[in-house]
């Protein structure tokens, strides 16, 4: 992991991602608010990415991912996307 990965996003960086990940099914907001609860007072920028490539998908294949219907796969099948989609789906 590179030094830059173990940097923090800064309060104003975790506002702007938490706006980002606003999404249309409820389904996937319970995922995500868990995460930012149990995740969002410190996020690495590694979280970050991964979060952000998530968010890149339609709702319909993010809520497949976080049910783990299906798994991440080509440019998605990444540690920082496998990192977030495992605490997003974690019940803790």
């Known amino acids: ?26 389904e996937n907001d319970l995922f995500i608010e868990r995460f930012f609860k149990n995740h969002g007072a410190r996020l690495s920028r590694a979280q970050a990415r991964g979060l952000g490539q998530l968010m890149d998908l339609s709702d319909n294949d993010l809520l497949d991912l976080l049910l783990a219907r299906t798994e991440p796969a080509g440019a998605l099948d990444t540690p920082e996307v496998r990192q ?8 803790t």
């Open 1 to 26: 992991m590179a030094e830059h990965d173990e940097a923090w996003l800064d309060e104003r960086e975790a506002s702007v991602l938490r706006w980002r990940c606003r999404r249309g099914l409820v």
């Open 84 to 91: 977030v989609l495992a605490q997003m789906r974690a019940r």
